[in-house]
């Protein structure tokens, strides 16, 4: 069988500014970001890839055609080769009909609440109601496909399948928790045998939405709603949250069954209407960082208090020992470790695909396993890798390089062990070096197949890479990578084992702290991904090698771009990036490239 998945909307982001802009929602809250498709064959995730990735456009709402195409072209199939179309949305008209009922009780001016129904009402009609999908995607592929072969999956299942199929298909309590879906923000349930009982009196409305509470004190600080939440995540490590927290004591209230409301619902037709009140909390807005880390802080203590009282309840509802955490919020990695250490589950997993990046991968195992009789539960699961998207032979790269001659200057090394020995030496001085090999990683980390590396023991590294590669702010912490065998000698793991996709934040111990200054956030931790030769083969000989010339046990990883665009995808990427930013070396598979020297 093979379902294809697949995440984006023509026109939405157009619409979203023509229309709904008018009544103050923000352009940043809209759905259908993280565009892109994945594709199943038999049950084996056989490719997916961000559209991002691909026409350069971070965080895309667009038709995934690109990503559609590349998908197809990977399996070699043809658009009449599919079996069922899964879409990780679900507008039915039972759904418009709650959700205009839901503006009819919201708080806002009677002209802004008929505006609002007029225009909710246009984009079922034009854009994301079942009809308006199916049309969008015959018409930006030329393929009609048969409405009894499309599956449409409420967007919170899709995230919890996402955690599901991703986890090896273990029978698991789950918790979704992001922005909003269709019209919850937030839910919790189980699964067993690839069948999702939802525990319908946890799930929360948009109004009570945490990931958007977040995001709207992530604009108060000054950053981008529903992209830049990682960097209030970082500020939080520059203070300690207020004893008397306003966020807790003034705004949230924690409920029965893991609910949670405020004390004033946000209004979903106005975004700024918190600013007054975080000021009254904080005092007026100030650009110090002393500030705002106050507030990221409190907001930090906040979102704590809130999922850990979430999974308390949880645990009371599942007698499962597993526990799968979907959705935006679950990338704020900050909170997933005491989450899961304060809870009486064996193992807690976040996926590469945690955010709205993988939905079209939840939706593609839900269709499969659930289609028909479902003999998809009774099949073994597949081995998964985030390594999903594109790559590129020695011919492409050698075709890349010669398109750049003149301005890179390169040599071939005689593979995995040369590059290794090379690249290992070099890492052993303050030296910035992109990675590239393989195919693409999925989701929003760099997993080591296009990041960028460095070695952590120079205490001035950060600064380096934060000015002059990546152009971001300065406080940003970076990522160290490990291998799985040795992360317990360095870090304060507690029950975890392994934090392959650099979802779980530790305490780096005291005696490893001087050696890693470059890896070490200002509190003391790491978001740390583990390596391991199966996975990872070429990149954890790498750091063999290096740790055994230098005794330092692990490297710098950050994604391999700059502040505003997305991780690089082809060998032009890469070239074009290393030639904009002060990156020393780029390895393209086999090729150790550096800057052409200037002419005399």
């Known amino acids: 069988m093979i379902v294809l998945g697949c995440n984006g909307f023509t026109r939405i982001s157009e619409f979203f500014s023509e229309n709904l802009g008018a009544v103050g929602i923000n352009k940043h809250y809209l759905m259908g970001h993280d565009a892109g498709a994945s594709l199943l064959v038999d049950g084996e995730l056989v490719a997916a890839v961000e559209e991002e990735r691909l026409n350069r456009e971070k965080k895309t709402t667009d038709f995934p055609f690109n990503s559609v195409q590349w998908c197809l072209e990977q399996a070699g199939l043809e658009f009449s080769d599919i079996d069922l179309l899964a879409i990780p949305w679900n507008w039915s008209a039972e759904l418009q009909e709650q959700l205009l009922a839901d503006i009819a009780r919201a708080p806002m001016e009677p002209a802004s609440r008929e505006y609002l129904v007029h225009s909710m009402g246009r984009l079922f009609d034009e854009i994301v109601g079942p009809e308006a999908i199916l049309a969008d995607f015959a018409a930006r592929t030329g393929f009609t496909p048969d409405p009894a072969k499309v599956v449409f999956v409420p967007h919170h299942l899709a995230h919890a399948m996402t955690g599901y199929y991703l986890a090896g298909m273990k029978d698991s309590a789950f918790l979704v928790s992001d922005g909003r879906a269709e019209r919850f923000s937030t839910l919790m349930g189980e699964i067993r045998d690839g069948r999702i009982r939802v525990f319908e009196e946890t799930a929360i409305g948009s109004e009570y939405s945490i990931g958007i509470l977040f995001s709207a004190i992530t604009r108060f600080l000054g950053f981008v709603p529903n992209n830049d939440e990682y960097k209030v995540m970082g500020l939080a490590g520059y203070a300690e949250p207020p004893a008397s927290n306003p966020f807790l004591e003034r705004l949230v209230r924690l409920e029965e069954d893991g ?342």
């Open 259 to 600: 609910r949670y409301t405020f004390t004033r619902p946000l209004e979903t037709d106005n975004p700024l209407s918190l600013d007054p009140v975080f000021e009254e909390y904080f005092g007026p807005r100030e650009e110090t960082l002393e500030y705002q880390a106050r507030v990221a802080a409190a907001a930090q203590e906040m979102l704590n208090v809130v999922t850990r009282h979430q999974i308390r309840a949880l645990e009371g509802k599942s007698d499962l020992d597993h526990l799968l955490f979907e959705g935006g919020v679950a990338l704020n990695c900050l909170n997933n470790t005491p989450l899961f250490e304060g809870s009486r589950f064996e193992d807690m997993e976040v996926s590469f695909g945690a955010s709205d990046t993988g939905i079209t991968i939840g939706a593609a195992a839900h269709a499969w396993i659930n289609h028909a009789d479902g003999a998809g539960r009774d099949k073994p699961a597949p081995r998964v890798t985030p390594y999903l998207g594109p790559e590129y032979d020695e011919t492409a790269i050698e075709q890349a390089l010669r398109e750049f001659e003149g301005r890179v200057e390169w040599r071939k090394l005689g593979g995995d062990e040369e590059v290794v020995d090379q690249v290992a030496k070099l890492l052993t001085e303050k030296v910035v070096i992109g990675w590239f090999e393989g195919r693409l990683e999925h989701g929003p980390r760099a997993l080591g197949h296009r990041s960028i590396l460095a070695n952590p023991s120079f205490p001035d590294i950060k600064d380096i890479i934060n000015t002059k590669v990546k152009h971001r702010e300065p406080f940003r912490p970076f990522a160290p990578l490990v291998l799985e065998s040795e992360a317990p000698k360095v870090f304060e793991m507690g029950r975890k084992t392994r934090s392959p996709y650099m979802t779980f934040v530790f305490p780096i111990k005291a005696e490893f702290r001087d050696v890693l200054p470059g890896a070490t956030h200002v509190d003391g931790t790491s978001r740390v991904q583990t390596l391991t030769d199966e996975d990872t083969p070429r990149l954890a000989a790498l750091l063999r090698r290096f740790t055994a010339l230098t005794d330092v046990p692990c490297l710098i990883n950050t994604s391999f771009n700059v502040a505003g665009e997305p991780i690089v995808c082809t060998p032009a990427d890469a070239l074009n990036c290393f030639l904009g930013t002060e990156i020393d070396y780029v390895v393209l598979g086999d090729y150790l490239v550096r800057k052409a020297a200037p002419a005399a």
